[in-house]
C-alpha cells in the first residue's frame, strides 16, 4: 500500500474507534492499538533517521515493540510473517553499514571485527562471490532472529549453529564447508550465503587488507542514501492510479506514460506544496 496513504488511512481508523464505544469492534480495536502503539512510533523513527545505516535499528525496534504490544495468536503470526518477509535490513551487509556508522566506539569497534574477520576468509579462498561468472549477484534475502535485542543478533550464521548434529547432516548446510563465514536466508535455492564486505566501504573489490577498516575506528561512516526513498511511493501511487483506470492489462502502461509526460512538461504540478522563489 502506498505509504502516504497508509498514514491517511491509520488515521482514519483511529479517529473512527475513538468516535464511540458503540462500534468499537474486536477488529477495529486490535488495528487502532496496533497503529498507536507500533506503527505511528516506527513512523516517526523513520522520519527521525532516515539514512541506510539505520535500516537495521528500525528492523530491532519493530521487533521489540511488536513484542511488548497485545495481540492474539493469530495476528501476532500475521505480523511476524510480515516483518521476516521484509528481512532486507537483517542482512549482514546492512548490519555492518549500521555498525560502522554507530556513534558508539565498541559497536563500530565490533564492526570492525567482524570485517576483518571476513577479510580472513577471503585471504584464505573462502567468502568470496566475486568470481568472473559474467552473471549478476543475486541478493538473498536473510533468515533473521525474530528475538533480537541488537543489530548484530539479526542474522544467523553457521557459527552458531555449527555444533548442532542435525544441521550439520542437513544438505543445505553444504556452505558450512565452502565458506568461513555464513549467514541463513529465506531463499529456497541457496539456504546459506557467505557474508561478505558491503559494496559501499570496498576500497578494491579484489584487494582487502585488514588496516583499511580501522579509520572507522576514529571516524563513522557517513553514508547519503536513505533507507526508505520517496521514489518508491511515487511509483506504487502511479501503479494503483493505473490500475483502476485501465481495466486491460495492455493498457496499464498507457496511463502511467501520460502522467510522467504531464509531470515532465508541468513538474510543479505533481508536487503537493509549491514553492515561491
Request: net charge positive; charged share 30%; aromatic share 8%.
Amino acid at each position: 500500500m502506498h505509504h502516504a496513504r497508509w498514514v491517511t488511512l491509520g488515521s482514519r481508523i483511529v479517529r473512527y474507534y475513538m468516535s464511540g464505544p458503540v462500534i468499537r469492534a474486536e477488529g477495529v480495536e486490535i488495528l487502532a492499538h496496533y497503529i498507536v502503539q507500533v506503527y505511528y512510533k516506527l513512523h516517526a523513527r523513520i522520519k527521525m533517521k532516515p539514512l541506510i545505516e539505520d535500516g537495521p535499528g528500525h528492523v530491532v525496534e519493530s521487533l521489540k515493540l511488536n513484542a511488548e504490544v497485545q495481540l492474539s495468536p493469530k495476528a501476532r503470526k500475521a505480523v511476524m510473517k510480515k516483518i521476516e518477509n521484509n528481512s532486507y535490513f537483517g542482512h549482514p551487509e546492512a548490519v555492518i553499514v549500521a555498525s560502522l556508522a554507530d556513534p558508539d566506539p565498541a559497536v563500530r569497534a565490533k564492526g570492525v571485527d567482524l570485517c576483518k574477520e571476513i577479510v580472513r576468509h577471503e585471504q584464505k579462498g573462502m567468502n568470496r562471490p566475486f568470481r568472473r561468472t559474467g552473471k549478476p549477484r543475486v541478493f538473498c534475502k536473510p533468515y533473521i532472529n525474530v528475538y533480537a535485542k541488537s543489530i548484530f543478533e539479526l542474522p544467523v550464521y553457521n557459527t552458531e549453529v555449527a555444533d548442532n548434529d542435525r544441521v550439520r547432516r542437513e544438505k543445505s548446510f553444504k556452505s558450512y564447508e565452502r565458506f568461513g563465514l555464513c549467514f541463513k536466508t529465506n531463499c529456497a535455492e541457496e539456504q546459506w550465503a557467505a557474508v561478505t564486505i558491503p559494496m559501499i566501504i570496498r576500497e578494491d573489490h579484489n584487494n582487502l587488507c585488514l588496516e583499511q577498516f580501522d579509520r572507522f575506528l576514529e571516524k563513522p561512516l557517513e553514508t547519503a542514501y536513505p533507507c526508505h526513498q520517496q521514489a518508491v511511493e511515487r511509483a506504487v501511487a502511479l501503479m494503483t492510479e493505473a490500475k483502476r483506470k485501465c481495466a486491460s492489462d495492455t493498457g496499464k502502461s498507457g496511463h502511467m506514460v501520460i502522467v510522467s509526460e504531464e509531470r515532465k512538461r508541468d513538474p510543479m504540478r505533481s508536487k503537493k506544496r509549491k514553492t515561491e522563489d
